[in-house]
């Protein structure tokens, strides 16, 4: 069983950055990060292969968000640039069980472990 932690999450100015974190308790294969704003369902952001080489995003956030991973440590980031007020939502990290080395998974139905989220939100 893996257990995922979110950290980082806060209120910020529009412009602002912050660093997202996911701490896991055991090892993971591919990971992802999804938001879910309130009234709206859980959304895509980026995803990280297990090696880290191959990182996906969705289209919208192209340029100003970053995922990366320390395998040494069993942490995920996600680094968001140029926040925005519509990037306000609960973010959540999640792992899968096994995978691909190099392959990134964009759908939530494909992954098996989920953090409980942080929560981000960008005042104009």
């Known amino acids: 069983q893996v257990q995922l932690v979110e950290s980082g999450g806060g209120l910020v100015q529009a412009g602002d950055s912050l660093r997202l974190s996911c701490a896991a308790s055991?090892?993971?294969?591919?990971m992802g990060w999804f938001r879910q704003a309130p009234g709206k369902e859980r959304e895509f952001v980026a995803a990280i292969s297990l090696n880290g080489g191959v990182k996906d995003y969705a289209d919208s956030l192209k340029g100003r968000f970053t995922i990366s991973r320390d395998n040494a440590k069993n942490t995920m980031w996600l680094q968001m640039n140029s926040l925005k007020p519509e990037d306000t939502a609960v973010y959540y990290c999640a792992a899968r069980s096994s995978g691909a080395t190099s392959r990134t998974y964009t759908s939530a139905n494909e992954y098996l472990y989920w953090g409980k989220g942080t929560q981000v939100a960008v005042s104009s």
């Open positions: 055991g090892l993971t294969f591919p």
